[in-house]
């Protein structure tokens, strides 16, 4: 069956360091992946996607890699701050156009001043 | 900036008693979900909604659970009789435009629902 999966269930990070969190993904058919933010107590907040004809997207602070030759997404956060402490997940569309996402199981980053 | 919302933040229910959650999502979009996440698991799908009609459905979605979008702003979720195991946060999302992979959805805040 599709999954999405991670492989880091924690992450603790110094303030400034850069932070990797990364996700493996099943369904070759996947041609859309986002990563989210959710912080306690609230909805997931979009961070950046990809699409599959790409292998790497930046935004601010933010890169997205995609290896779909091993079907691995990762997430790198630069100069990472306390504010960027949360659960993040992965999600992917399973190649659909309703957009149906199927989220990954979540990584807790924890930024240490 | 537009967002989604949802009413209630937390409800509490007996087992067997309807609920129904609430949704206003960003009122440009035309694709409408539903996806719950049971506490410290990962979000869960659970349908789809566009042009009035459920585009797709997860088996968690059983013959229990309905969607409706009552007037032109609305969007609900109705568990008919719960269970103690719907027990879960709900969030509800939204998308401007169907058809296009990559289409970012804006997530709503959650409803706690708590069955007891």
């Known amino acids: 069956g599709e999954s999405v999966g991670l492989h880091l269930p924690t992450l603790s990070v110094q303030e400034g360091d850069n932070s990797i969190i990364n996700c493996a993904y099943s369904?070759?058919?996947?041609?859309?992946f986002i990563w989210y933010k959710q912080e306690s107590g609230k909805g997931p907040q979009f961070i950046i996607d990809?699409?599959?004809?790409?292998d790497k997207r930046q935004g601010q602070r933010v890169t997205v890699l995609l290896n779909k030759t091993v079907k691995h997404l990762s997430l790198q956060i630069a100069a990472t701050q306390p504010g960027d402490s949360a659960v993040y997940f992965c999600?992917?569309?399973?190649?659909?156009?309703?957009?149906?996402?199927?989220f990954g199981q979540g990584t807790i980053l924890t930024v240490h001043p | 900036e537009p967002e989604v919302t949802q009413t209630p933040s937390h409800q509490v229910t007996q087992m067997g008693q309807e609920v129904i959650l609430r949704c206003v999502p960003i009122s440009n979009h035309l694709y409408f979900y539903w996806y719950r996440q049971i506490l410290g698991q990962k979000v869960e799908f659970l349908v789809s909604f566009y042009n009035n009609e459920i585009s797709e459905k997860s088996e968690i979605f059983d013959d229990q659970f309905s969607v409706e979008r009552p007037d032109g702003s609305n969007f609900t979720l109705k568990i008919r009789s719960t269970k103690l195991e719907d027990s879960a946060m709900y969030f509800c999302?939204?998308?401007?435009?169907?058809?296009?992979?990559?289409?970012?959805?804006?997530f709503g805040p959650g409803t706690r629902l708590t069955v007891l």
């Open positions: 999302a939204s998308r401007e435009l169907p058809g296009l992979a990559g289409n970012e959805q804006f």
């Open positions: 990809i699409r599959s004809n790409m």
């Open positions: 369904n070759s058919a996947s041609d859309y």
């Open positions: 999600a992917e569309n399973g190649g659909t156009s309703y957009g149906k996402l199927t």
